[in-house]
């Protein structure tokens, strides 16, 4: 019999090289007043986006543009919208990374409400968001967050007293994602590994979350098989449009599968740190991923405490290393190996480049959730992952 099981609505989805051509029509039913969000990187410097919105020119639709420079913020949205309310906007498209695609599900939240954003997130504000918004349309730039299947936008605020929260609602689903692979070709190797990395840890996390079921493992997998197949290559040969194909599909399950499956201790230890220093989430995940598997891995093989996160973590090992024979504890630490070594070879920075110190460790430590991580850790074990990765 198979396992019961439910799966969370997922946007319209187009994928395929030149499938940013299909917008236009895909906006004539909904109205011709838009508002395009993008990155602090010009989208002029990409031609097939600067080509279809020069077709939205000429077809009589109206553009209003914003930008997002790095993790969006509650004040920008706030910024956004306020600026933007009264232009009777009919649809909100994001063209650019999770970063931009979070700050225009966001936007697209707010404009049909009063106050700020901040009144609806995630363990910070108090009111209940009623689920309506405009109609938002995500085009990925980059190929990491899946946040053009979830239907939850994360905004931060870093210092003293920062956050990182998510506005959230089923509703929030974009109802269209185009997932081009062209768009990416552009996107500068750093950015490819932190934004693979950050994807390869949602497809791992939610396989190996108690949450997870027999769709979400198959997704996963077939992500992870994409990542180890293309992620480096896509790093190496930026241009190789096979290869961001790959990586692209990658994203998008990691975005399917985090929605429906959950996360692990990764992302518990990036929303303590995205809320107290600026560091691109990618960075984080990447940096974060080796050591925490590695504990994962030791702590289930010595207190056998979970047979079936070793079985997946086997799984797994056994289709990374393609090496017959091995009993899973080999295959569950060749898991790690395969980790460490593609942080490595991607050029993972260490957090400290961007200003985390030994001090900062014990705050971070009070307020990380592992989430759905299949074990548990004492603080000091979480310090320790932490410190190795300064």
């Not at 950050?198 to 994409?226: I, R, W």
């Not at 980790?339 to 705050?363: A, F, R």
């Amino acid at each position: 019999m198979v396992t019961a099981f439910s799966l969370l609505r997922t946007p319209k989805i187009f994928f395929g090289p030149d499938r940013i051509r299909l917008l236009p029509d895909l906006l004539k039913p909904v109205g011709t007043n838009l508002l395009i969000i993008t990155g602090s990187r010009s989208h002029l410097g990409n031609w097939h986006v600067v080509e279809v919105l020069d077709i939205l020119g000429k077809e009589g639709f109206t553009l209003c543009y914003d930008k997002i420079g790095s993790e969006p913020s509650p004040d920008d949205v706030d910024r956004i919208v306020n600026t933007i309310r009264n232009e009777n906007i009919d649809a909100v498209i994001s063209i650019g990374g999770g970063s931009v695609i979070d700050a225009g599900k966001a936007v697209s939240a707010m404009l049909p409400v009063e106050g700020s954003v901040r009144d609806y997130l995630e363990g910070v504000g108090t009111a209940s968001h009623p689920g309506i918004r405009k109609f938002f349309i995500a085009v990925p730039t980059t190929s990491g967050t899946g946040s053009e299947a979830t239907a939850n936008a994360v905004l931060s605020e870093t210092g003293e007293n920062g956050f990182k929260r998510s506005l959230r609602h089923e509703n929030f689903v974009p109802d269209i994602a185009i997932v081009d692979p062209r768009l990416v070709v552009n996107c500068p190797p750093h950015i490819t590994a932190a934004s693979g990395m950050d994807a390869f840890t949602q497809l791992l996390e939610s396989y190996l979350s108690d949450k997870s079921g027999k769709l979400t493992d198959t997704l996963s997998l077939e992500g992870m098989h994409n990542i180890h197949t293309h992620l480096y290559k896509a790093y190496k040969l930026g241009e190789d449009l096979e290869a961001r194909s790959h990586v692209s599909y990658a994203a998008l399950l990691s975005g399917i599968t985090l929605a429906n499956a959950g996360l692990g201790l990764v992302h518990g230890f990036a929303s303590a740190i995205g809320g107290m220093i600026s560091i691109p989430h990618g960075i984080i995940c990447g940096k974060l991923m080796g050591s925490v598997n590695r504990n994962n891995i030791r702590k289930i093989i010595q207190d056998k405490s979970n047979d079936r996160a070793l079985e997946k973590y086997a799984a797994l090992g056994n289709m990374l290393s393609s090496v017959p024979g091995k009993d899973p504890a080999w295959y569950a630490l060749y898991v790690a190996d395969f980790i460490e070594e593609l942080t490595e070879k991607l050029s993972i920075p260490h957090l400290g480049t961007y200003g985390l110190q030994l001090k900062d460790l014990e705050k971070i430590v009070a307020t990380v959730s592992h989430k759905s991580n299949p074990v548990q850790f004492s603080t000091d074990e979480l310090m320790d992952m932490l410190r190795a990765c300064i």
